[in-house]
């Protein structure tokens, strides 16, 4: 197919579709709106479900009952309305129940911003609600990217039921950039969702979808069972994109989503001043790609890692807990809708240059 | 076997044959049983899901004999959407208690109620939380004495009861509202016919049903079987009246359009 210019709102409701997903619950927030208002109208025409519910809380909690079905389905909200969704996507993922869900990121806390943001990664990396769970989080850069890993997550969320997270900053969703779609839509073959969803008592046991065990021993059971699953993400799922990494490099750069997409252009730039520094984009967030970045880290010419974030430094940590001390990790960020430019990202790679000891000083 | 023999009472195939949970002289057994029957006189059960609540009733996917979804406290109604708007040809109800639904679910039930859902909600209400050791609940009676309200339900502090048919009622929306109760072999014989319309309403596709049943708590209550049963008539009949409150048959609906 040719190239298209569309919103990242936009082009990820077309994604969706054009991966199969024909179901949509929805709640207004900026800025993800279009998604929800490109639904409305498409949907209708391609014979899908949209809904727009009563709060986020209810949202999410269509979501479970339409899930439950074994047909795909999809919501995208923003930071305070993910928050909201909280308690079912705990309620999903110990229900083994396959469901999208993208944020498209907002600063925060509270009622925070409507401007681009990274700081929801806790939340999505680290369970999100109650209980022994996680989801699996993508993070796309591009919004070619975030079309290519909207139409993967219907397929990832199936392979593993489990709830799967995009995790989009404002600029994904309010960016124009040109797209172009698969022709053709292949998924590898995955075992029937009939074997698990409710289609009614007809010819077999009933079936119930439940994350309530009070046998101490059942609950136990499905806490590992989860845990399996998100061991088995951690060998299978891995995604990430190494970017001029060279021997020559001093730094070590680790950023995703829009962040990195700056840090790219500021990389690019110093090169042609002579200046050559590598990056190292995480695209799966959980399971995060540990053991990639500590090989990376640990390569003798690398003095400093550098974690570049529109956040307080959260993916820092899970850096730190990769590199495990084995070279300084700095950290540069700027929160609440202030995107770092690359001339500020230049900036601060040449500051560590200069100074590699130094810590670097946020303004 | 005599040829006059002939069945006239028998388990429901929808109910499931195992003991329950529930307190002696607690009426959820009764009300389960309703809804077993009408799901067998419909014969819908091999096409129907029933959403749990969380209370005395989560369980429920115990004892009758079809799918069903567990829910988070109070968003059955929201499950039931999200279910229903995906499968139209399936049957889905949601059973909830008081606190569930008019407590931390009432959001999720006057939506779904005002966008006329084609489900079926059976409310049980017995004025008092069971599960969580009788607690007050928004039903709970004025002056009626529960583990958070020792001193007597203080309506100038906590208001008065929430009448969930009423408030549902005044929705512009047609739907099929009645309250029943189970206290009296006479109440269950009605109780019966307002499920089985609900369902049957569902079934056509017509409306979104709910049925309000007023039911016992002799544990909670901290009274006898015979107790509760006569406390249900003489308490609680009267604060919430029996009856049909909204019928698609008679709704009159306003254009309202602009």
């Known amino acids: ?363 | 076997m005599n040829e006059d023999a002939r069945t006239l009472f028998s388990r429901p195939e929808s109910l499931n044959e195992v003991v329950t949970h529930y307190c002696p002289g607690c009426t959820h057994g009764v009300i389960h049983r309703l809804v077993a029957e009408v799901l067998d006189e419909l014969g819908v059960r091999e096409n129907t899901v029933g959403v749990a609540p969380v209370g005395c009733s989560v369980f429920i996917y115990k004892y009758l004999g079809t799918d069903f979804l567990e829910a988070p406290h109070g968003r059955a109604p929201a499950l039931a959407t999200g279910f229903k708007r995906l499968r139209p040809d399936m049957m889905v109800f949601t059973y909830q208690g008081d606190g569930d639904l008019a407590s931390i679910g009432m959001g999720e039930i006057v939506h779904a109620a005002n966008r006329g859902e084609k489900i079926t909600t059976i409310f049980v209400n017995n004025a008092v939380y069971g599960m969580t050791g009788g607690q007050m609940a928004p039903t709970t009676m004025p002056g009626q004495v529960t583990t958070t309200s020792p001193g007597g339900r203080n309506v100038n502090d906590t208001g008065y009861p929430i009448r969930v048919a009423e408030l549902l009622s005044a929705l512009v929306t047609p739907n099929y509202i009645e309250r029943v109760a189970v206290h009296t072999p006479q109440h269950i014989i009605k109780a019966k016919q307002a499920i089985r319309k609900a369902f049957t309403y569902q079934k056509e596709g017509r409306c979104f049903s709910l049925v309000e049943v007023l039911s016992t708590c002799p544990t909670n209550w901290g009274k006898t079987t015979e107790e509760s049963l006569d406390w249900v008539e003489s308490r609680m009949v009267p604060y919430f009246p029996l009856g049909c409150y909204k019928d698609p048959e008679t709704a009159e609906v306003p254009d309202g359009a602009v």
């Open chain 1, 1 to 363: 197919m040719a190239k298209i210019l569309m919103k990242g709102n936009e082009a990820i409701a077309e994604a969706a579709i054009k991966a199969g997903c024909v179901n949509y619950f929805c709640y207004p927030i900026t800025p993800q709106n279009e998604v929800g208002e490109y639904m409305a109208r498409r949907l209708p025409e391609v014979g899908g479900a949209f809904l727009q519910g009563e709060s986020e809380v209810a949202v999410g909690n269509m979501l479970f009952g339409a899930a439950s079905t074994g047909q795909r389905v999809f919501t995208t909200s923003s930071s305070p309305g993910i928050s909201l969704m909280q308690e079912s996507i705990s309620y999903m993922a110990g229900a083994h129940l396959p469901v999208v869900i993208v944020n498209i990121m907002r600063g925060g806390p509270g009622l925070g911003g409507i401007l681009p943001a990274q700081s929801d990664y806790f939340q999505a990396t680290k369970g999100g609600g109650h209980g022994d769970y996680r989801l699996l989080v993508l993070a796309p850069s591009t919004i070619q990217e975030a079309v290519d890993l909207m139409m993967l997550s219907f397929h990832l969320a199936e392979k593993y039921r489990n709830p799967v997270m995009i995790i989009g900053d404002g600029m994904i969703g309010q960016m124009m950039e040109p797209v172009e779609f698969p022709e053709h839509h292949e998924e590898p073959e995955l075992p029937s969702n009939d074997l698990w969803a409710i289609t009614g008592a007809k010819g077999r046991e009933p079936r119930v979808i439940k994350s309530l065990f009070l046998d101490p021993k059942l609950l136990d059971d499905n806490s590992w069972n989860l845990y399996d699953k998100y061991a088995r993400m951690e060998r299978e799922e891995i995604r990430f994109e190494s970017y001029r990494i060279k021997p020559k490099n001093k730094i070590l750069i680790v950023s995703y989503g829009t962040m990195a997409r700056i840090c790219q252009t500021a990389i690019d730039e110093l090169e042609k001043d002579g200046v050559s520094v590598g990056l190292f984009r995480p695209i799966t967030l959980f399971p995060f790609p540990s053991k990639q970045i500590a090989k990376e880290a640990k390569k003798k010419n690398i003095e400093n890692v550098l974690v570049i974030e529109m956040s307080t430094a959260q993916m820092k940590e899970d850096v730190d807990l990769a590199v495990l001390g084995a070279k300084p990790v700095k950290f540069y960020g700027e929160t609440g809708g202030l995107v770092p430019s690359p001339d500020a990202v230049k900036e601060q790679i040449m500051k560590l240059i200069k100074n590699p000891n130094d810590e670097l000083k946020r303004r």
